[in-house]
């Protein structure tokens, strides 16, 4: 392991260096933004709709980082809550003639909600048994999606309205490119500051030793519980708006895939780490685009990596401060 | 058909798919047992087990045609091959994983799982993929209750597996070892039982069974496909639970409820069969909330 990390070191030892010095963070992010304002003019239409869909995965992974990275608790259905508020959306923009920012607030209810449902009776459990717990709700959301007059059974719904706001219709794809860049910062600063937080402290504690957080007056089912909601919510915003890019949504877009591959970026790229965890979100989307000529192989070539990485880079590919435990 | 009818009807349908389900919960329970690990990827080898058994059959069937004699050896031979895979990936992929936090080797189950799954869906381009077994629909008739001859032989082969499995564990000296390391891994290092072999074991037997599940499976249905092992490995594990994880005897009990309560929750008006998977994880979280024991688990303290 030792001089795994000392080769390691040497590879990301400057950027992470880079990354630790202050106005060189600065210059580095300011460069990040211009490349984000200016990525669709460089690299086409096609890249733009590639892109809006990694940013989308940005804001997922987050989420999920919240309550995998920063909780320490293992969600498998995490896609569950991403279809909660994409069919919150669908259902009530299509049936109760509600607009979409009408809806957004009842989107972020209801998945705040079903963290609370699912979250409540089951994170006093041990971890391997929330985590197939999760898996189970996350099926059951999809199949109650499939069955259901309401969701629009196996052919989900169509016809979603698209937003505007102030009078400015959000209809081609390069304004959903930037909506998702919006959406992506906001997710980072969010992220940022809940890890620096008081909750995030707590979360950092029940992660590494729950019973002494839990000695110090730490409310372990709460923080978690806490974790659960903010992912939750964080995962209904950008279901909301995958609803109104795509216009169209159906069950098979919120499978266990879904969920896996949400969980790779989070992993890939580093657990808790949020430069990380962007970098897997561009992984695991860019990813199987430039490895398009693979055909189905290219899921088996990511399978492998990430089975490579558990192995011998468990903390992920950026290198933090701090490694986890 | 009469309500009773319909009933024993169920009864025999429960009974087959409980057998499959019994099967593959039994190596989930036992590598549970002896490295207090979830193995994700179980219900994958319950998939290769269907594919190594389909291309045993297709090797032979040509000499020995696609009978039940047939759909044996084919079971034999995908039993052997996928214990053999079983324990290359505990050496592989949980060994050095064992001393990490328990996140990490849940993760790494899952990428094993994944890649099982990507490894097939690759080979066969993600077709459904014909199982020819040429078993027939012959069967035998009590009063209006109608068993096929399928149904007796893989109810029969799943029970003559089970009793094989419990006198192994029960009577043979890698049996008691097995216990023995489930209760206390380190004491029995210290007692000089030689542990790596045992978990060796374990997993070999336990990937063994899924793959007879595999198989019979493949033949009873009469096709196989890459993503097969998913459900039923998430059911499997509901009847591990339900009979209390650990547990052997649990574990074949978990597996017949599951299966029988399926069975009937699909004759309850309003449920149906749409509704049947819903149905199913519904039970295992109502389980895992309220008796996460099991019916035949000892309670457990976890360590982090």
Sequence with gaps: MGEKSVVAARLFGPLAGLMENRPARWTATAALLVLMAVAPMIFGSYATVILTNALLYVVLALGLNVVVGYAGLLDLGYAAFFAVGAYTIGVLTLDFGLNFWMSLPFAVLAAAIAGVIIGGPTLGLRSDYLAIVTLGFGEIVRFSARNLEITGKASGLSGIQQPSIFGYEIASSLDFYYTFCILAIIAVIVSFRLANSRLGRAWLYVRHDEDAAEAMGIDRVRVKLAAYVIGAIYGAIGGAFFAVNLGAISPESFSFTQSVLILMAVILGGMGKIPGVILGAFIVILGPELLRDLGPLRLLVFAVGLLLIMLFRPSGIWPGRSAAK | ?304
């Design chain 2, 1 to 304: 058909m009469t309500f009773l009818d319909i009933l024993t009807q169920q009864l025999v349908n429960g009974l087959v798919l409980g057998s499959f389900y019994a099967l593959v919960a039994l190596g989930y329970t036992m590598i549970f047992g002896v490295i207090k690990l979830l193995n994700f990827a179980h219900g994958d080898l319950y998939m290769v087990g269907g594919f190594v058994g389909f291309i045993g059959l297709s090797a032979i069937s040509s000499v020995v045609g696609g009978d039940w004699p047939a759909v044996f050896i084919a079971m034999l031979f995908s039993m052997i091959a996928v214990g053999c895979l079983g324990v290359v990936i505990q050496r592989v992929a949980y060994q050095p994983m064992l001393a990490a936090p328990r996140l990490s080797i849940l993760i790494t189950a899952l990428a094993v799982s994944l890649v099982l799954q990507n490894a097939v869906l690759g080979l066969t381009g993600g077709q459904y993929q014909p199982f020819r077994a040429d078993l027939g629909f012959g069967g035998i008739n009590i009063g209006s209750l109608f068993i096929q001859y399928n149904q007796m032989v893989l109810v029969g082969t799943a029970a003559v597996l089970m009793i094989g499995l419990e006198l192994f564990v029960s009577r043979t000296q890698y049996g008691r070892a097995m216990r023995a390391v489930s209760i206390d891994k380190d004491m029995c290092q210290l007692m000089g039982i030689n542990v790596p072999v045992v978990i060796a074991v374990t997993f070999f037997i336990g990937s063994a069974l899924a793959a007879a599940a595999g198989t019979m499976a493949g033949a009873y249905y009469g096709s196989i496909w890459y993503f097969m092992g998913f459900l039923i490995g998430l059911k499997a594990f509901t009847a591990a639970v339900i009979g209390g994880i650990g547990s052997i005897p649990g574990a074949m009990l978990g597996g017949l409820i599951l299966g029988l309560l399926e069975a009937f929750g699909t004759q309850i008006p309003g449920i149906g069969s749409e509704w049947k998977d819903v149905f199913s994880f519904g039970v295992l979280i109502l389980v895992l909330v309220f008796k996460p024991t099991g019916l035949l688990g000892r309670p457990e303290q976890e360590r982090m």
